[in-house]
């Protein structure tokens, strides 16, 4: 990789916040990705532990840190206060439960007000383990996604089944963000012009292997 | 954590301030014995007679420029069918008042809670709602969210920036004084509701809100801070005595992560259990019945009530209502920003003209101005197309800050009763029956008081923009009974090609042994200007002798 000479290898922080409506599996879902349940630390304190992941996409470290509200969907104005300077957030809906997609749709306006298209999202249909039960088709879904420029994945966070895809596609999509907002500041500022072009190439389409070191 | 309690004593100490502030207030009831205030109580009882509450409208704590204006006519239109007909004069309650009655209303629910409610998460399954163990944790909620709209509402209510602040200003206080009670439940509702979507973004209202008012915010939103998993707010509620409501937001999460992190239902159980138990531990049955009880309002806060169903209909009905009392400045800057400079070279008295043809969508009504409500006059309409709209710049930042910056800050209460107020430039066409020869244009600070205009002379003429650049005291007070009121109409302005005097008006005395010009910076202004000014002759006489030459 010659771009890695040039480029920085810092350190990404991502804030990412899981919304979605109860019950649509999202606890489940962070719980299974980040895989430390809870962490021994909090055992005497009890609370929900704060959820956060190591990973390495080509030669970029990334620590997301997931913001989980499970539970508090209902205190309603709490929403801006929990997303803000987020860089991503997952919108998980339940296939068979088309309020849950209504509701992620509301929650996809909300944040395109709110943020504008700083934040990356991703559109997650939960639960496919009840394909049976599917209430919200596959088109209808990955044809909204598209529409409002986000990426739609199917998961069962029950069989571990494209979990991991999630989060890595988002925390690509967050590094690409990342560096194109670092390649705009630096177009603002001629001095260092010289190294915008170098930074500019991904390294993403490389079969990144995310190195799972842990957590915490 | 030590700092934590320093932060806590000293808000109580401001929270003192503020309620001899208030006093203050309702003392300045004073100032008004010599202003006829007869006319201004005869129209808080109108309008109260078509809202909800009517019983009241002889209250001295009124704050009488935020209260008497506020429409809820217009407002109620947009939002009656979902949400209860309330007065628009939340500000005549005290701080201390609202606060006690919301904490003495969210007590009785707290009591309700029984044990293994929240540990059975049958309220977290919308299919479930209607178990008792699910509707007595949904009630708290509820009462959060209650409490939020209310505040939404209340706020969106009021038509301009200046009112909003105002009712923003008693809200924060509210929540503060919510905060000093340990009551950190209605405390976060209401805190929460001025930090979401459709308050957040009243940049104008914010400008305006007292410099005080805004450090509580910034104070309350250090503790109310959900990184860490809401660490901060935990520790300080824990260590917070008692009576206390606790906020139980984030012992639901703990709840539900429990339950998904422990496979072993013996251990989960016990987990739950514990944290369930916290949240007991917390509440431990406070009582806060050492607040006295005005039946009054304890049933106007109990009747809060909106459907949840309808809670996605309320929000972009709020949204809406938001973005029409004041357009967002990104929406507008779109086509603006690059000339703004040239923009502001050229017109230099019209930067903050503003009215974009595209923001029409917001209100049916077109005679409003979408920025504030204020009335825009026909014949302004299309001009003020004209004029450059170059900036997305707060329209009333300069002097909002300095509003908030010195008139709040007690210099004098008398302040808290004008109805409008801003710098101007004034020239004295005729002044004690003598035409003035050689009239120029002078900064002032000028104030709409009842019926009365009220003028401020700068302490230093360069330097004249700000509330604190002009002296305290007044320099001179016209009641303007049976004055006129002269504005030059569109074409006129045109024709003479001079759309700065679209700017002016004329203020002429009956006996016409003053002649008043005044010129405001910017569209908006000068339409509060007109409005107020208007307002206020009217009110100094019969509407029907009101003489418009613009019509």
Not at chain 1, 4 to 22: W, Y
Not at chain 2, 172 to 194: D, G, P, Q
Not at chain 2, 441 to 468: C, D, H, I, Q, Y
Not at chain 2, 482 to 488: A, D, E, G
Request: aromatic share 8%.
């Amino acid at each position: 990789m010659a771009a890695s000479a040039v480029a920085s290898p810092r350190v990404h922080d991502f804030k990412v916040v899981l919304l979605g409506e109860g019950c649509v599996g999202k606890t489940s879902l962070v719980l299974r990705y980040v895989e430390n349940k809870f962490n021994e630390k909090h055992e005497s304190t009890l609370q929900a532990s704060f959820l956060t992941k190591k990973l390495t996409i080509g030669n970029r470290r990334v620590n997301l840190s997931i913001w989980d509200t499970a539970g508090q969907e209902r205190f309603h104005a709490l929403g801006p206060i929990y997303y803000r300077d987020s860089n991503g957030a997952i919108l998980t809906y339940d296939i068979t439960d088309d309020d849950s997609f209504q509701k992620v749709k509301n929650w996809v306006k909300e944040l395109k007000k709110m943020l504008g298209t700083d934040i990356m999202l991703t559109i997650i249909g939960n639960k496919t383990d009840l394909e049976k039960q599917r209430n919200v088709s596959v088109e209808t879904a990955e044809q909204y996604a598209e529409s409002v420029g986000a990426t739609h994945f199917q998961t069962s966070a029950k069989l571990n089944r494209g979990v991991e895809e999630v989060f890595l596609d988002l925390s690509r999509r967050m590094i690409e963000q990342a560096d194109k907002q670092d390649a705009e500041k630096r177009a603002l500022s001629p001095s260092s012009r010289s190294t915008a072009a170098g930074n500019v190439v991904l390294l993403e389409e490389t079969p990144a292997a995310p190195i799972k070191s842990g957590c915490c | 954590m030590a700092s934590l309690q320093n932060r806590r004593r000293h808000s109580s100490q401001a929270a003192r301030r503020s309620s001899t502030f208030l006093g203050c207030m309702g003392g300045g009831g004073a100032h008004s014995s010599t202003m006829p205030r007869k006319l201004h109580l005869s129209s808080l009882a109108r309008k109260n007679s078509v809202v909800f509450h009517n019983d009241c409208d002889d209250n001295e704590d009124t704050y009488p420029d935020g209260s008497d204006t506020c429409s809820s006519k217009e407002c109620s239109d947009v939002l009656d069918a979902i949400v209860d007909k309330s007065d628009a004069s939340v500000l005549r309650w005290k701080v201390e008042e609202l606060a006690a009655h919301l904490t003495l209303i969210t007590q009785e629910i707290f009591q309700e809670l029984q044990p293994h409610d929240l540990k059975s998460l049958k309220w977290y399954n919308a299919r479930l709602k209607n178990e008792p163990e699910s509707v007595r944790v949904n009630e708290i909620t509820r009462r959060f969210n209650y409490d939020g709209q209310w505040t939404v509402k209340e706020i969106l209510n009021c038509e301009t920036p200046r009112q909003r602040a105002d009712l923003m200003s008693h809200l924060v206080r509210v929540a503060k004084r919510l905060f000093e009670l340990n009551n950190f439940h209605s405390s976060y509702a209401i805190f929460s509701a001025l930090k979401s979507a459709p308050l957040a973004r009243l940049s104008h209202t914010m400008a305006l809100l007292p410099k005080k008012d805004r450090s509580t915010i910034d104070e309350l939103d250090a503790v109310f801070n959900p990184e860490n998993n809401w660490q901060a707010f935990r520790d300080y509620q824990e260590s917070a005595g008692f009576p206390r409501i606790p906020h139980i937001g984030f012992y639901k999460t703990d709840l539900i992560h429990a339950y998904h992190a422990y496979l072993n239902p013996a251990e989960r159980e016990r987990r739950m259990a514990v944290i369930e138990q916290r949240v007991f531990d917390l509440f431990n049955r406070s009582n806060y019945g050492f607040l006295e009880v005005n039946n009054e309002l304890y049933n106007y806060l109990k009747s809060l009530r909106y459907l949840d169903e309808l809670q996605r209909f309320v929000d972009e009905e709020n949204i809406k209502r938001s973005r029409a009392l004041e357009p967002d400045a990104v929406e507008k800057g779109k086509g603006s920003t690059k000339g703004s400079k040239m923009n502001d070279e050229s017109f230099p008295k019209q930067r903050h003209s503003q009215v974009d043809p595209t923001e029409d969508d917001g209100l049916d009504d077109n005679s409003t101005n979408l920025i504030d409500d204020s009335h825009i006059e026909e014949p302004m309409r299309l001009p003020s197309l004209s004029l450059p709209s170059s900036t997305k710049h707060s329209l009333r930042h300069s002097q909002c800050s300095s509003i908030g910056r010195s008139s709040f800050l007690g210099i004098d209460a008398l302040q808290h009763h004008f109805s409008w107020q801003g710098p101007v430039e004034r020239k004295s066409v005729v002044r004690d029956g003598r035409f003035q020869y050689f009239p120029r244009w002078k900064r002032v600070w000028m104030a709409v008081w009842g019926t009365n205009l009220v003028t401020f002379k700068p302490k230093n003429p360069f330097r004249a923009s700000l509330r604190e650049h002009f002296q305290t005291l007044p320099s001179s007070i016209h009641p303007l009974s049976k004055w006129k009121l002269i504005t030059s109409t569109a074409l006129e302005a045109i024709e003479k090609g001079r759309t700065s005097a679209l700017l002016e008006f004329t203020l002429v005395a009956p006996d016409s042994a003053t002649v008043l010009k005044l010129k405001t910076a910017n569209v908006t202004e000068y339409r509060e200007w007109i409005k107020f000014v208007r307002g206020a002759i009217n009110q100094a006489e019969n509407p029907s002798n009101l003489i418009n030459l613009d019509s």
